[in-house]
């Protein structure tokens, strides 16, 4: 099978329809990019969300109090994280790192401008709050799960748009971050066409070896035949 797209919106819809995150991930490991996936801990706050754009990747650090001090960012409230959240655009994901885990870096109103901005989610190496209102909005997020505590006088956004490392995955500006139950893949910006295209023809030739299976066909069978299991 050979799918054709022409920008970011149709490829993320195909992705959605015909794909799962661990199609890709399969596809990269064959291409010699072995360590994609963020930890198992950080997933979609629900189930049936899927979270897939290019990065945003935003560098989070952690403040003490609401002390001013001698650079820009400690006198703000946040630090960039409002410059930050309006520069997202269609079909980005917010994705930080970099702070502690005591405190939330996503919430509802965070969620409400990034849907405003066309955004196709977050991805915060942390926890968020607001679950509720995040689930109302349907706005895709994916945490190590919630925590009420707010990261104002504890944390503060330093930078965006610049690379970060998640779990020991390097993220940078425009890479494809795909997400769903199952965990969240980081897909270098130079190897997403070749790792899509692979994914939707092994998603083919899964369905093959379904169907194989499904009339008795041993395993063995189907991996001589198929080169899939």
């Given at each position: ?6 920008n ?12 799962f ?19 198992p ?24 109090g609401?002390?001013?001090g ?27 790192s ?34 509720n ?10 945490s190590?799960?919630?925590y009420a ?17 998640v ?11 795909f ?6 893949l ?16 092994k998603a ?10 499904e ?15």
């Open positions: 099978m050979s799918m054709k797209w022409n970011d919106t149709e490829l993320f819809k195909l992705a959605k329809e015909k794909l995150v661990a199609l890709v991930g399969d596809i990269l490991d064959k291409m010699g990019y072995h360590h994609q996936f963020l930890s801990q950080l997933k979609p706050i629900r189930n049936d969300m899927v979270i897939i754009g290019r990065a945003m990747p935003v560098l989070e650090a952690d403040f003490y609401d002390h001013p001698h650079s820009e960012i400690t006198q703000q409230p946040f630090g960039r994280m409002f410059e930050a959240l309006d520069d997202l655009k269609e079909n980005e994901v917010y994705i930080c970099g702070s502690s885990h005591r405190y939330a870096l996503w919430g509802g109103l965070m969620s409400t401008r990034a849907l405003q901005c066309g955004a196709a989610g977050a991805v915060v190496h942390g926890f968020h709050r607001d679950t209102e995040i689930e109302r909005l349907n706005f895709p997020v994916a190590f799960g919630s505590q707010d990261q104002g006088v504890r944390g503060k956004v330093i930078d965006w748009r610049v690379p970060i490392e779990d020991g995955v390097s993220v940078k500006n425009g890479d494809i971050i997400g769903d139950r199952d965990g969240v980081v897909i270098p910006q130079e190897a997403a066409t070749e790792a899509f295209q692979g994914a939707f023809e083919e030739g899964e369905n093959e070896v379904l169907q194989a299976l009339k008795g066909m041993t395993t063995v069978e189907a991996f001589q035949k198929f080169g899939i299991m």
